[in-house]
């Protein structure tokens, strides 16, 4: 089939949410429409020892949470599925950020009974500085919820797109009877078992429980007041990520998935062009194409290996092809490759833009590498750095073991879970993570794969504010705005906090103050 043909099928999301909100049980539910599993593995594996498919390693096994992303892939009628897994945890690190440059759309969950959290609100701002397209899941209609305007109007408050409601429910909770398809004009019924039955709207005056239901008359009321806003659906805003299709259901009973999975994937846009060296790549460009968006060493504890995963961007990408690594122009044999299902791994033979595949890396690569087919190599856009939020000191426990403990942060840093940092005053090593939890994570890797034994001294959160190396002078810091040098060499101030900064800002106008996440918004 051709490159063309190929790259048509692929739809390649991430499903992004605040914990609890319903991921995992969502993903199952995808995975079992795609036969890659045949039951859920009781979420969590909280109350049977089993885990979800998506949550595999070692430490996520043990605290029963996603740290990392996995890549899950499957056919599903004309299409070929391809998900990437974001960490759902509160403390997530600059790798969930990543995984969004390497997808074509997102699945946003929201829990019906909470709304915006925090951690939807993070992810929402990534979505929105790239553009991707946003799906709007709205999840645990089976329980006493919020107020559905309520929902809608917080969305478009907080994170500022339009939404278009494509089904409307009929009560919620103990009173949940299902849902009103906009689009098909029926309504669909909850059984509170799977089968969902459709009863077109001209019918329902033959159903008396229903017509004269208090709940499904005020269902259509609202339906009126939604059709009377006026709100248009336009395929074209939701492609450019500025309407969201909204879909009320149940991701556990399960109710209203298969629907919203299915016109989900109808809708959800094929791989776009790419920007790279100023041009626009297009996916059906006949040469292979792709860019390393992670690297994770040790997948395997019994090989320790490390991988790298490369987003397809274009072309056809088979096994033992040669391509030429952008950064250093070398040619490079790609003869161990494997695409993943969580743990298991298979070796891939081809694949296609959109696709997720993972190269064997004796070392050799970086995040944000290009790797072309053939002589002429471009470079697609840097990924852009995202600005960490925790900062700690770390040293070795025991003095003797250096050697490892170097190669080890080398390597975790490498891999993009944590940024190192030297203070300029004592030469320490700094790590600043996104979130809590990856220092937790860095911890035991290091014990783990490297045999070191690391400790922290707290310096607290702080406000990263990158600096014009032309305009530092020493003398301006202290502890309360800790300089130090990233890995690149570039300066930064730690501010203790938001008022240590306004008074750094007052003291000395001259000096630019570089927030990382704004830059990277207007270099979009
Ligand atoms: P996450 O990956 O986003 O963190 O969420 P996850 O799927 O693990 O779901 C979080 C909890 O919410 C789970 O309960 C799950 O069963 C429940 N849940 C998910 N979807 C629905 C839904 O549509 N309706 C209802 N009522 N619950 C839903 P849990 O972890 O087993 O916690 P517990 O309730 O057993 O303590």
Same mark, same amino acid.
């Given at each position: 089939?051709?490159?063309?043909?190929?790259?048509?099928?692929?739809?390649?999301?991430? $499903?992004?949410?605040?914990?609890?909100?319903?991921?995992? +049980?969502?993903?199952?539910?995808?995975?079992?429409?795609?036969?890659?599993?045949?039951?859920?593995?009781?979420?969590?594996?909280?109350?049977?020892?089993? /885990?979800?498919?998506?949550?595999?390693?070692?430490?996520?096994?043990? *605290?029963?949470?996603?740290?990392?992303?996995?890549?899950?892939?499957? !056919?599903?009628?004309?299409?070929?599925?391809?998900?990437?897994?974001? !960490?759902?945890?509160?403390?997530?690190?600059?790798?969930?950020?990543?995984?969004?440059?390497?997808?074509?759309?997102?699945?946003?969950? #929201?829990?019906?009974?909470?709304?915006?959290?925090?951690?939807? %609100?993070?992810?929402?701002?990534?979505?929105?500085?790239?553009?991707?397209?946003?799906?709007?899941?709205?999840?645990?209609?089976?329980?006493?919820?919020?107020?559905?305007?309520?929902?809608?109007? @917080?969305?478009?408050?907080?994170?500022?797109?339009?939404?278009?409601?494509?089904?409307?429910?009929?009560?919620?909770?103990?009173?949940?009877?299902? $849902?009103?398809?906009?689009?098909?004009?029926?309504?669909?019924?909850?059984?509170?078992?799977? +089968?969902?039955?459709?009863?077109?709207?001209?019918?329902?005056?033959?159903?008396?429980?229903?017509?004269?239901?208090?709940?499904?008359?005020?269902?259509?009321?609202?339906?009126?007041?939604?059709?009377?806003?006026?709100?248009? /659906?336009?395929?074209?805003?939701?492609?450019?990520?500025?309407?969201?299709?909204?879909?009320?259901?149940?991701?556990?009973? !399960?109710?209203?998935?298969? +629907?919203?999975? @299915?016109?989900?994937?109808?809708?959800?846009?094929?791989?776009?062009?790419?920007?790279?060296?100023?041009?626009?790549?297009?996916?059906?460009?006949?040469?292979?194409?792709?860019?390393?968006?992670?690297?994770?060493?040790?997948?395997?504890?019994?090989?320790?290996?490390?991988?790298?995963?490369?987003?397809?961007?274009?072309?056809?990408?088979?096994?033992?092809?040669?391509?030429?690594?952008? *950064?250093?122009?070398?040619?490079?044999?790609?003869?161990?490759?494997?695409?993943?299902?969580?743990?298991?791994?298979?070796? $891939?033979?081809?694949?296609?833009?959109?696709?997720? #595949?993972? #190269?064997?890396?004796?070392?050799?690569?970086?995040?944000?590498?290009?790797?072309?087919?053939?002589?002429?190599?471009?470079?697609?856009? =840097? %990924?852009?750095? /995202?600005?960490?939020?925790?900062?700690?000191?770390?040293?070795?426990?025991?003095?003797?073991?250096?050697?490892?403990?170097?190669?080890?942060?080398?390597?975790?840093?490498?891999?993009?879970?944590?940024?190192?940092?030297?203070?300029? *005053?004592?030469? @320490?090593?700094?790590?600043?993570?996104?979130?809590?939890?990856?220092?937790?994570?860095?911890?035991?890797?290091?014990?783990? =794969?490297?045999?070191?034994?690391?400790?922290?001294?707290?310096?607290?959160?702080?406000?990263?504010?990158?600096?014009?190396? =032309?305009?530092?002078?020493?003398?301006?810091?202290?502890? *309360?705005?800790?300089?130090?040098?990233?890995?690149?060499?570039?300066?930064?101030?730690?501010?203790?906090?938001?008022?240590?900064?306004?008074?750094?800002?007052?003291?000395?106008?001259?000096?630019?103050?570089?927030?990382?996440?704004?830059?990277?918004?207007?270099?979009?």
């Amino acid at each position: 089939m051709s490159v063309q043909n190929e790259m048509k099928k692929r739809r390649t999301f991430a $499903i992004i949410s605040h914990p609890d909100a319903g991921k995992t +049980t969502l993903t199952e539910k995808f995975l079992l429409f795609g036969n890659l599993i045949r039951e859920s593995g009781t979420v969590k594996g909280k109350k049977s020892g089993k /885990f979800a498919t998506s949550d595999w390693m070692d430490i996520e096994k043990q *605290r029963g949470i996603s740290v990392t992303s996995s890549v899950m892939n499957f !056919p599903y009628k004309d299409y070929q599925v391809n998900i990437l897994d974001t !960490p759902g945890h509160e403390d997530f690190s600059e790798d969930t950020y990543r995984t969004l440059t390497a997808v074509d759309s997102v699945v946003m969950i #929201i829990d019906g009974t909470k709304g915006i959290e925090a951690q939807t %609100l993070k992810l929402f701002k990534v979505c929105k500085m790239r553009g991707i397209p946003i799906f709007t899941f709205i999840n645990k209609l089976d329980r006493e919820g919020r107020d559905p305007f309520d929902l809608l109007d @917080e969305i478009e408050g907080e994170l500022g797109i339009e939404t278009y409601a494509m089904n409307w429910p009929v009560g919620m909770g103990k009173r949940f009877k299902g $849902i009103l398809d906009r689009q098909n004009e029926q309504f669909v019924q909850f059984t509170g078992n799977e +089968t969902e039955t459709s009863i077109p709207y001209d019918e329902i005056n033959d159903h008396p429980e229903l017509a004269d239901d208090e709940t499904f008359a005020s269902a259509f009321e609202e339906l009126e007041l939604l059709d009377g806003a006026g709100v248009e /659906f336009s395929m074209d805003a939701v492609q450019q990520g500025e309407q969201t299709p909204v879909f009320f259901g149940s991701a556990l009973a !399960p109710f209203g998935v298969r +629907t919203f999975f @299915e016109e989900f994937i109808s809708m959800a846009p094929q791989p776009a062009p790419r920007k790279a060296s100023g041009d626009m790549i297009s996916p059906d460009k006949e040469e292979f194409s792709g860019f390393i968006f992670k690297i994770q060493a040790n997948m395997n504890p019994a090989h320790r290996d490390r991988v790298a995963f490369v987003r397809v961007c274009s072309g056809k990408f088979e096994r033992g092809m040669n391509v030429t690594l952008d *950064r250093t122009g070398k040619s490079i044999k790609l003869a161990q490759t494997q695409q993943f299902v969580a743990s298991s791994r298979e070796t $891939i033979q081809e694949a296609y833009a959109g696709d997720i #595949i993972g #190269i064997y890396d004796p070392n050799v690569y970086r995040i944000g590498d290009t790797l072309v087919e053939g002589k002429e190599t471009f470079h697609f856009e =840097e %990924l852009p750095q /995202f600005p960490p939020e925790v900062f700690k000191k770390v040293v070795v426990e025991n003095v003797m073991k250096s050697k490892q403990f170097k190669k080890g942060l080398e390597q975790l840093v490498q891999e993009g879970a944590i940024q190192l940092f030297r203070s300029l *005053r004592s030469d @320490e090593y700094i790590i600043g993570a996104v979130g809590q939890l990856q220092y937790e994570v860095f911890e035991y890797r290091m014990k783990n =794969e490297y045999n070191v034994g690391v400790r922290f001294e707290d310096i607290g959160e702080r406000i990263p504010r990158w600096l014009k190396s =032309e305009q530092v002078d020493r003398s301006k810091f202290d502890d *309360r705005s800790l300089l130090v040098k990233d890995r690149e060499e570039n300066y930064l101030a730690l501010f203790k906090n938001d008022f240590s900064l306004r008074w750094f800002q007052d003291k000395n106008p001259d000096i630019d103050l570089i927030d990382l996440f704004e830059v990277n918004q207007y270099s979009q």
